[in-house]
Structures are given as structure tokens and as C-alpha cells.
């Protein structure tokens, strides 16, 4: 059953993370479009057709909260707010205004994904169905719509970040990924930090994976990077 594209529309005034969100959208297999200006942005959402749409706060000539106010009166496309402050006040604002969900900056690629996803499916599936999409390698199973692992029909514990480290992987089953690109993926394009903490999160996932059901599920390519494969 071939699906059509899902367009998502990028509003965002730095260049720089606007490109970074549209070479990352699109290489999940998006359609993108982007556009920097508020007030333009607020034509285009009602003038064209979006999925979804991911919109900054600080805009020129006209705010994200004023946007989605606005868009909300006419249309319940998905959307997810973008903003630089990380106050709670601006996140019960934002959820007040009708968007869907809201991300602070900088946030980590999967993590975006993930409510994009999440977003997607809120509006595109009936309330009562849950069975969704399945990622899988070997006995191992993810389902994303529940944030659950499975191994050997096991029930997996893991931690947000392991959680969203793995997901990385089996998105890019048998691809392998350098340090560099986990770390942009799952820690965020701002992260500061050393690409040791990829090893270390690889053997906290390598323990409760690999270690507990005795089955080799993720390789290392040394002097390379990660890749989990069947
Ligand atoms: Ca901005």
C-alpha cells in the first residue's frame, strides 16, 4: 500500500536550524517546506495543504503564539511549537493556544521525531487504535507508539535516552552510524559534550540487551560507529 509523502511545513527564521530540520526530515522520507517570515508562514498554513506543522516562536512580523492562535480558528493541522526559552509558563501558553505539543531548543533530533510521530498519529488514527508501527532486528521489537521493547517477548526497561538511542539504530538497521551522527541524532545538534558518552550509553543498552538475552543485536564497526542488524 503505498503511502503518500507526509508535508511538513518548517517555520523558522535561523537558517541555520531550519536547514538542519529539513535535510533531517527529509532523509526520514518527509516532504519539507520552510519559510522564515510569521506572517507569510500563517497564508501558507491555511493556503496550503500541511500535515503538520513545526513553527518557532520569536518570528518576524508575527509570533508563534499568534500564529497558532490564529491557525487554530480555521484548521487542527498538527503543530508542534519550537521555542528557545525553556519557561513552563510559555509551554502551558503554547499548549493553551492549541498546539499539540511543544519542544524547547536545543532539542535532539529523535526526540523531535518521535513527537512528530506521535502527532501524526493523534490526528490520522481513530482514538482506539494502538496497534501502530513495529521496528524490529531478530527477536527484538520496539513499538513506537507505546515507547515499549520487547526481546524474546520480554518486556525491556530502558531510559530515555537508551529508549531513544536504540530507536537511532533500528531506523537505520544496517547502516552504520559514526559516533558524530548518534550524538547529533539522540543528544541534539547543541550538544557540547564528548562522543564517549555514545560508548557508554551503547554498553548501558549492550547490558540490558544483548548481555541479558545472550544474542548479539548491536555491532560495533571499530574505528567507525554503531550498526544494528539482523
Ligand atoms: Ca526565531
Given at each position: 500500500?503505498?503511502?503518500?509523502?507526509?508535508k511538513i511545513?518548517?517555520?523558522?527564521?535561523?537558517?541555520?536550524?531550519?536547514?538542519?530540520?529539513?535535510?533531517?526530515?527529509?532523509?526520514?522520507?518527509?516532504?519539507?517546506?520552510?519559510?522564515?517570515?510569521?506572517?507569510?508562514?500563517?497564508?501558507?498554513?491555511?493556503?496550503?495543504?500541511?500535515?503538520?506543522?513545526?513553527?518557532?516562536?520569536?518570528?518576524?512580523?508575527?509570533?508563534?503564539?499568534?500564529?497558532?492562535?490564529?491557525?487554530?480558528?480555521?484548521?487542527?493541522?498538527?503543530?508542534?511549537m519550537?521555542?528557545?526559552?525553556?519557561?513552563?509558563?510559555?509551554?502551558?501558553?503554547?499548549?493553551?493556544?492549541?498546539?499539540?505539543?511543544?519542544?524547547?531548543k536545543?532539542?535532539?533530533?529523535?526526540?523531535?521525531?518521535?513527537?512528530?510521530?506521535?502527532?501524526?498519529?493523534?490526528?490520522?488514527?481513530?482514538?482506539?487504535?494502538?496497534?501502530?508501527?513495529?521496528l524490529?532486528?531478530?527477536?527484538?521489537?520496539?513499538?513506537?507508539?507505546?515507547?515499549?521493547?520487547?526481546?524474546?517477548?520480554?518486556?525491556?526497561?530502558?531510559?530515555?535516552?537508551?529508549?531513544?538511542?536504540?530507536?537511532?539504530?533500528?531506523?537505520?538497521?544496517?547502516?552504520v552510524?559514526?559516533?558524530?551522527?548518534?550524538?547529533?541524532?539522540?543528544?541534539?545538534?547543541?550538544?557540547?559534550?564528548?562522543?564517549?558518552?555514545?560508548?557508554?550509553?551503547?554498553?548501558?543498552?549492550?547490558?540490558?540487551?544483548?548481555?541479558?538475552?545472550?544474542?548479539?543485536?548491536?555491532?560495533?564497526?571499530?574505528g567507525?560507529g554503531?550498526?544494528?542488524?539482523?
Amino acid at each position: 500500500m503505498a503511502e503518500e509523502p507526509v508535508k511538513i511545513f518548517i517555520v523558522e527564521d535561523e537558517r541555520r536550524i531550519a536547514r538542519f530540520l529539513q535535510m533531517e526530515l527529509e532523509h526520514e522520507g518527509f516532504l519539507t517546506a520552510t519559510e522564515e517570515n510569521g506572517h507569510r508562514a500563517y497564508e501558507r498554513i491555511l493556503q496550503e495543504q500541511y500535515d503538520l506543522v513545526l513553527l518557532d516562536v520569536m518570528l518576524p512580523e508575527m509570533d508563534g503564539w499568534e500564529i497558532c492562535r490564529s491557525v487554530r480558528k480555521l484548521s487542527d493541522v498538527p503543530i508542534i511549537m519550537l521555542t528557545a526559552k525553556d519557561d513552563v509558563e510559555d509551554k502551558v501558553n503554547g499548549l493553551d493556544l492549541g498546539a499539540d505539543d511543544y519542544l524547547t531548543k536545543p532539542f535532539a533530533i529523535q526526540e523531535l521525531l518521535a513527537r512528530i510521530r506521535a502527532a501524526l498519529r493523534k490526528h490520522t488514527l481513530p482514538a482506539d487504535s494502538s496497534a501502530g508501527e513495529m521496528l524490529v532486528v531478530k527477536d527484538l521489537v520496539m513499538y513506537p507508539s507505546r515507547y515499549e521493547v520487547r526481546v524474546q517477548d520480554t518486556r525491556v526497561d530502558l531510559t530515555k535516552k537508551e529508549y531513544l538511542l536504540l530507536e537511532c539504530l533500528l531506523r537505520n538497521k544496517r547502516t552504520v552510524l559514526t559516533r558524530d551522527q548518534i550524538l547529533q541524532k539522540v543528544w541534539g545538534y547543541d550538544y557540547a559534550g564528548d562522543t564517549n558518552v555514545v560508548d557508554v550509553y551503547i554498553r548501558y543498552l549492550r547490558a540490558k540487551i544483548d548481555d541479558r538475552f545472550q544474542q548479539k543485536y548491536i555491532f560495533t564497526m571499530r574505528g567507525v560507529g554503531y550498526v544494528i542488524k539482523d
